[in-house]
Nanobody, 120 residues
Framework: QLVESGGGLAQTGGSLRLSCAASGRTLSSLAVGWFRQAPGKEREFVAAITWSGGSTAYADSVQGRFTISRDNAKNTVDLQMNSLKPEDTAIYYC???????????????WGQGTQVTVSS
């Protein structure tokens, strides 16, 4: 089971750091992706990282503002979000699987999500 934390309210231009932790499962051998879903919109890819951390991928909309990283010793994957914009407002989900990709269909294990709200 995956658990996200770190969501909340931020102002435009501010920062938040999300964390994804695993309960009863080790993340160290899994690729992890972050996705988000805004009200009335489909869930979309945000960022992903391979099990080793050697490769990362980002959506164009967050490239240069968000950074995904992992600490396999702590069994966590973080998403540092800087220069936040109101359009970043969404529920953010972490997902994990043995394969690495930018599609939600690449991942079988999902968290419940954490709300991020960016005020203008």
């Amino acid at each position: 089971q995956l658990v996200e934390s770190g969501g909340g309210l931020a102002q435009t231009g501010g920062s938040l750091r999300l964390s994804c932790a695993a309960s009863g499962r080790t993340l160290s051998s899994l690729a992890v992706g972050w996705f988000r879903q805004a009200p009335g919109k489909e869930r979309e890819f945000v960022a992903a990282i391979t099990w080793s951390g050697g490769s990362t991928a980002y959506a164009d909309s967050v490239q240069g503002r968000f950074t995904i990283s992992r600490d396999n010793a702590k069994n966590t994957v973080d998403l540092q979000m800087n220069s936040l914009k109101p359009e970043d407002t969404a529920i953010y989900y972490c997902a994990a699987d043995y394969q690495y990709g930018n599609s939600e269909w690449d991942y079988d294990y999902w968290g419940q999500g954490t709300q991020v709200t960016v005020s203008s």
